[in-house]
């Protein structure tokens, strides 16, 4: 059971945009920067978006976030079949100490271009 | 350019020890944090640690605190993390990542799979 909640799975035809959503809570999201992860198969993870909504140099503006509250979501818009991955959002928590913060990843959300 | 490359791949033993290296080039090893990071098979990725180079300082995940040691070595820019007691369900790859200021990680290993079997 993962401290922030992703959808499994999300599935969109190329072309057209899928949201994958993140949620959590106060000791986590609420209170710290979003950051989203994608994994192409048999890679290692990549950074997408770091600090809530800002992407590093290379990624495509086809990918967006955003947060709100406790809650994040990722945009990716013009799905490319390239795009096929699991995508896992993180944030650091504080719930167990204030000195002693943990990072927590969502359980991932596998993306199909249909 | 830089660059995280971390051993290879490991088969221990249930209640054998493993040692995973991660050595860093191309930029001041000590002003990053390392984090190491799991994911078993089929599952998601999970949080080990972290530890700071310049100094050494470490803290752990809850669940594995006693059994997770992280380590550096400043005259190689190299990170460890030995994991001991070894159960199967420590089978997974293993990642250690960069991190400048504790907000995202940013560069990434390319990851060691570890197998526990008997």
């Known amino acids: 059971q993962s401290v922030l909640t992703q959808p499994p799975s999300v599935s969109a035809a190329p072309g057209q945009k899928v949201t994958i959503s993140c949620s959590g809570s106060n000791s986590n999201i609420g209170n710290n920067y979003v950051s989203w992860y994608q994994l192409l198969p048999g890679t290692a993870p990549k950074l997408l978006i770091y600090d809530n909504n800002k992407r590093p140099s290379g990624i495509p503006d086809r990918f967006s976030a955003s947060k709100s509250g406790t809650s994040a979501t990722l945009d990716i818009t013009g799905l490319q079949t390239g795009d096929e991955a699991d995508y896992y959002c993180a944030a650091w928590d504080s719930s167990l100490s204030a000195t002693s913060a943990t990072v927590v990843f969502g359980g991932g959300t596998n993306l199909t271009v249909l | 350019q830089v660059q995280l490359v971390q051993s290879g791949a490991e088969v221990k033993k249930p209640g054998a020890s493993v040692k995973v290296s991660c050595k860093a080039s191309?930029?001041?090893?000590?002003?990053?944090?390392i984090h190491w990071v799991r994911q078993a098979p089929g599952q998601g990725l999970d949080w080990m640690g972290i530890?700071?180079?310049?100094?050494?300082?470490?803290s752990y995940a809850q669940k594995l605190q006693g059994r997770v040691t992280m380590t550096r070595d400043t005259s190689t820019s190299t990170v460890y993390m030995e994991l001991s007691s070894l159960i199967s369900e420590d089978t997974a790859v293993y990642y250690c990542?960069?991190?400048?200021?504790?907000?995202?990680?940013?560069?990434w290993g390319q990851g060691t799979l570890v197998t526990v079997s008997s």
């Open positions: 990542a960069r991190d400048l200021d504790g907000r995202y990680l940013d560069y």
């Open positions: 530890i700071n180079p310049s100094g050494g300082r470490t």
């Open positions: 191309g930029y001041t090893f000590t002003n990053y944090y």
